[in-house]
Every structure is written in structure tokens, then in C-alpha cells.
């Protein structure tokens, strides 16, 4: 299973641990001669770069993407790519003393259950810090979703919830709280959390615009699934609604139901998506994140001898991950669109370009090179089971018997028997002679 890997029509398997001596990605079947989106990765990256927040972490990291291959002056060159983002300021004597014991509400316990084996230094591979394979993987396919309008806004964290928000007061604080009067005594209450060593978690909502209709397959391929599949899999994130979402449960269906008049629904209740598929309408959806899981607070637990023990986490964690969290949502979501927007428009052949088409050819015609080539090599066999059982090479009611019966396979397809006949006949010729090979 490739647990590691996401995406369909622009796939990427990711890779690297917290504390390891890099993170990064690997992305294959990427079109040759695409401007490498540089800057656009760079400011994804900057973004998503921890130590910057009064409420963050304090690990501080360059974030600097190195490319391994895949790209030649600036464009692709349609062979793999491999980025790679060095671990440069990890301190795994940070997990040293603890590194016997399973920290509560971190997947050390279930990691060392399943695999026997984990990198305690930082979570290892289920750190917060993979995630930045997923932003520079938003940075490659940016361009094909960045007419979509993605806007966050933080709902409640802890004991607080935003009645009133504003998407604009939310641009001006890292938390992307939206409620401007609550936001001192929001940022008080974090402060004295920080102070006790506890931490805490929330809600984001998220409004999708400038989103075309259409997008999302029936049925293992709903829109909302995979969605829903997408942000489940950032760590931390717990919940998931969509429009009304669990409200539904006590609605009736005259106060859920979006009618619908000649100018459009007259309510957006369902979120954006009916059946899987995206109405045009906004996209709403929810998510829950947990309190920040390390906390400078004993806690029970127990060793790998499964012996009862304390545990104290030193070193550096946020006490709220919503403003790390942000980012990578982005990235998630622009991700699902990215390969929703990209199956629509295979479906959808009139849009496919003229470029897609010629694309399509080349690859034909390569493969009939190939089988010619892997055709001479059977010939090659043949001569030799031949030449070994003293059998005639050529024998010409085979040769006539094989072009007969290539005749009737094309008669099928409706090809022109003649021009099977011409081929075959230049082909066997060229066999024959020995010349089917250049000449060193
Ligand atoms: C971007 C990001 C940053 C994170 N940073 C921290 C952190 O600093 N400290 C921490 O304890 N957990 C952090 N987490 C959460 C843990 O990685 C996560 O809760 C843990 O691996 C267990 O997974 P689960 O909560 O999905 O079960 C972060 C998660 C993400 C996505």
C-alpha cells in the first residue's frame, strides 16, 4: 500500500523524518518544459514555517528547497522530481530521556505497536514537519486552482468562540481569529496556558469560492470523501463538517433542504456539494483540531516494558497548532481540487488542448518503436531455437499466414488491409536482410 503517496492525476510520494536528515517528496509523470513554480514554493514554504507566532514553536528552520532532480534551466524535464527540505535545526537530545516512554496523544504508542520500531526523535515520520512535503507539492499544482478563493477563519479555540468573525480582521493575526473585540482576551487566555504549560485546540472554517461546478465522481470519488480523506490525514485534525453539518441532525427536511429557483439556490445549507459533486455554490466545511498533544505537564504513561511511569516533555511545542495547521489545509485542499479540476477536464474531452492530443500521439508512436524493437528481439530468440533444432529459418507459408491473419485483426478495427499488407511486407523485409538494426 502506498501510504505515503497521495493523489491521482498529479501524484507525489513524500518521505523524511522530523529529526532525520531531511523531508521531501518525489513527484513522477510531470509534463517536460513547465516553468519549476521556484518562487511560488519558496513563498508556500515561508509560510507554513514554524517560529514566527507568539503562540508557536520555537523551532527555527530555513526551509530552503533543494532540487535533486527532475529539472533542467528552470523548467521540467518530465523525468522524476525530488525535492528535498534538510532538518537543520532538529535537537534530538530533546527526546533522549524520554525516548523509553509513550508520550499521551502522540502516535508513539501506536507506531511502536504496529511497526515495532519508531523514530522518537520528534514523532518521527508523524510529526507536524511532514507536512511540508504537502506545501510544496500545493506549490507545483498551484497554478491550476489559483483562480479558487480559500478563506479560513478560526471559530473557537479553547473556552472561546467567535460570534461575529471577519475574514479581514482573520488576515491580521497568525491565529486567524475573527472576531476583533475577543482577540485580547483570547490572546491572555493562551498566554496563561503557555504559562501552566498547556495547550489547546479549535475550529476552522473554510469557505471555498470561484469553485466550478462539476467537480467530485460518484461513487468512491465524492468530492466531500475525498476532502474529508485529505484533512483527516493532517495530524491532529479530529472532525470534519460539511455546510450545516452536524446541525443537520436537528433540522427537518423543509429547514435543510436549499431550494432552488431559476437564479440559483436560495440558501447554501448542503455546502457547496450534493451527491459528491459540486454545485458552484460555495464550498463550507469545518474542521476540529485537538489541543497541541506535547505539554510541560507530568502526565501518566507507560514504558515499552509496559511499566508504569511519569512523563515530562521538554523541548519546544505550540500551544495551539491552528496557525501550523492553516497552511497545510490550504495545500490539502488546492491538492484535491487540483486532481478533481484535472479528472473533470479528461472526461470532459473538448478541453483537452491541442497540446494534451499531440502529447497523446507521441506517446503512440513510441509505443509502436517499442514493439518493434521488442518484436526483433523474439525474432532473435526464434533464429536461435532454429539454428539449435537444425529448423528451415525462413518459411514463407508462415510469412503468408501471418499477414493474412494481421488483414483480418485490422479488418475488426476497420483499417485499411492494404496498408497492413504494405507494413508487414516492409517489415519482413527489413528482418529478412538483417537490417531491421543501424549499423555501428
Ligand atoms: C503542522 C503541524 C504541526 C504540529 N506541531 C506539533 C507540535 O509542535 N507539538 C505537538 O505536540 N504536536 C504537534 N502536531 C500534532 C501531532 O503531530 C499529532 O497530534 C500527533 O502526531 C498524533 O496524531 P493525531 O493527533 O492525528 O492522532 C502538529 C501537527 C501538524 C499538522
Redesign the pocket.
Known amino acids: 500500500m502506498n501510504a505515503n503517496s497521495f493523489g491521482k492525476y498529479f501524484g507525489f510520494t513524500a518521505f523524511g523524518e522530523s529529526h532525520g536528515f531531511a523531508m521531501g517528496l518525489v513527484i513522477e509523470d510531470i509534463k517536460p518544459g513547465i516553468d519549476f513554480p521556484f518562487d511560488k514554493i519558496n513563498d508556500l514554504l515561508q509560510k507554513?514555517r514554524?517560529g514566527k507566532g507568539e503562540f508557536s514553536?520555537t523551532r527555527e528552520e530555513k526551509d530552503k528547497p533543494i532540487i535533486v532532480s527532475g529539472v533542467f534551466n528552470g523548467k521540467t524535464t518530465g523525468m522524476p522530481i525530488c525535492i528535498l527540505i534538510k532538518n537543520e535545526n532538529a535537537k534530538p537530545a530533546d527526546y533522549e530521556k524520554i525516548k523509553n516512554l509513550f508520550r499521551p496523544?502522540?502516535?508513539d504508542y501506536s507506531f511502536f505497536k504496529k511497526f515495532k520500531i519508531y523514530d522518537y526523535r520528534g514523532?518521527g515520520r508523524?510529526?507536524?514537519?511532514e507536512?511540508i512535503s504537502r506545501v510544496v507539492a500545493n506549490g507545483m499544482i498551484y497554478e491550476m486552482t489559483k483562480d479558487i478563493e480559500i478563506n479560513l477563519v478560526t471559530k473557537t479555540i479553547g473556552e472561546f468562540r467567535a460570534m461575529e468573525t471577519s475574514t479581514d480582521f482573520a488576515k491580521t493575526n497568525d491565529l486567524k481569529w475573527g472576531e476583533k473585540d475577543s482577540f485580547v482576551s483570547l490572546q491572555k487566555y493562551l498566554q496563561k496556558l503557555k504559562e501552566i504549560g498547556n495547550s489547546v485546540g479549535g475550529i476552522l472554517e473554510i469557505k471555498i469560492s470561484n469553485i466550478p461546478f462539476g467537480l467530485g465522481d460518484p461513487v468512491f470519488e465524492k468530492l466531500d470523501a475525498n476532502i474529508g480523506k485529505a484533512l483527516l490525514s493532517?495530524?491532529?485534525?479530529?472532525g470534519i463538517e460539511f455546510g450545516k453539518g452536524f446541525q443537520f441532525a436537528t433540522l427537518t427536511g423543509k429547514e435543510a433542504n436549499d431550494e432552488i429557483s431559476s437564479t440559483g439556490f436560495l440558501s447554501n445549507n448542503a455546502g457547496g456539494i450534493l451527491g459528491g459533486i459540486s454545485t458552484g455554490e460555495n464550498i463550507i466545511l469545518r474542521i476540529v483540531i485537538?489541543p497541541?498533544?506535547?505539554i510541560n505537564l507530568t502526565q501518566n504513561t507507560i514504558n515499552h516494558c509496559n511499566e508504569d511511569a511519569k512523563i515530562e516533555i521538554g523541548g519546544?511545542?505550540?500551544i495551539c497548532?491552528i496557525p501550523?495547521?492553516i497552511p497545510?489545509v490550504d495545500s490539502m485542499l488546492r491538492l484535491v481540487l487540483a486532481d478533481a479540476i484535472a479528472h473533470q477536464n479528461l472526461i470532459n474531452s473538448k478541453e483537452l488542448s491541442l497540446s494534451d492530443l499531440r502529447e497523446s500521439i507521441d506517446k503512440i508512436d513510441e509505443d509502436i518503436i517499442l514493439s518493434l524493437f521488442r518484436r526483433r528481439k523474439v525474432v532473435e530468440k526464434i533464429r536461435e531455437l532454429k539454428e539449435k533444432n537444425s529448423i528451415k529459418n525462413y518459411d514463407s507459408y508462415r510469412e503468408n499466414q501471418m499477414i493474412k491473419d494481421r488483414k483480418s485483426f485490422a479488418k475488426e478495427f476497420n483499417i485499411s488491409t492494404e496498408l497492413i499488407e504494405e507494413m508487414w511486407e516492409v517489415i519482413l523485409k527489413y528482418f529478412k536482410k538483417n537490417e531491421f538494426f543501424l549499423k555501428d
Open positions: 507554513r514554524p514553536t496523544g502522540h502516535a514523532g508523524a510529526s507536524g514537519r507536512t493532517i495530524g491532529s485534525v479530529k485537538k497541541t498533544p506535547s519546544r511545542h505550540d497548532i501550523r495547521i497545510v
